[in-house]
């Protein structure tokens, strides 16, 4: 399966962004989606994940309550909403697809990656 995330942008503190993650060449119905971010000279960390029906999510603890995953089967596409946003926010966010089934957060785990999305939080 191909992904390709976009929706990543420039934002002041506060705002809000909302990350598509479309895929192609397989249906997104069977794997796991997760988002994952990387900082300029940090390792890449998970932020959510949503399992194969939508029915049930996890959240870093640095965004839960700020961040929504959420995706359309449907669509073929997997969404991360982002409110609140904070500097620290700051980051290329990449999507993933684990066909793995259990408690997932490690980038290890996820079979597919997209290519990232810039996302700027200015303060």
């Known amino acids: 399966v191909q992904l390709q995330a976009y929706g990543g942008g420039l934002v002041q503190a506060g705002g809000s962004l909302r990350l598509s993650c479309a895929a192609s060449g397989r249906t997104l119905r069977g794997y796991t989606v997760g988002w994952f971010r990387q900082a300029p000279g940090k390792e890449r960390e998970f932020v959510a994940r949503i399992y194969r029906s939508g029915s049930a999510t996890y959240y870093a603890d640095s965004v839960k309550g700020r961040f929504t995953i959420s995706r359309d089967n449907a669509k073929n596409t997997a969404y991360l909403q982002m409110n609140s946003l904070k500097p620290e926010d700051t980051a290329v966010y990449y999507c993933?697809?684990?066909?793995?089934?259990?408690?997932?957060?490690?980038?290890?785990?996820?079979?597919?990656w997209g290519q990232g999305t810039q996302v700027t939080v200015s303060s």
């Open positions: 993933a697809a684990s066909s793995i089934v259990g408690f997932i957060t490690a980038p290890s785990e996820y079979n597919y």
